[in-house]
């Protein structure tokens, strides 16, 4: 028996029921599902780190972008709320296109 005790995907208990194995889960509270949404961010964005190919950027991105996703259903937070403020922050302090490193400050 291998033993996880993280946050998964709605879909994980019927895929692993379907390859014929047994899986022992719960349904977290409220404030475990915050909780674990937190720590699930770290990992996906751990992830996204460590992926060596666009291939596999592409998928860990998914993932992270499917975790945000549900922290701000989760807070009551509109996606159209996080594009303003994304879009206002752009405008007043810019993007990453420039790729500037800032070194020092005197």
Known sequence: MKTFMKLVRDRIPEIIEAAGKTAEFEILNSAQ???????????EVAEVVEA????????ELADLLEVIYAIAENSEISLEEIEKVRLS???ERGGF??????????
């Open 97 to 106: 296109d420039r790729r500037i490193w800032l070194k020092s400050v005197s």
């Open 52 to 59: 060596a190919d666009k291939t596999s950027k592409v998928e």
């Open 89 to 91: 922050k752009r405008e």
């Open 33 to 43: 599902f915050a909780q674990e949404l937190d720590k699930k961010l770290l990992e």
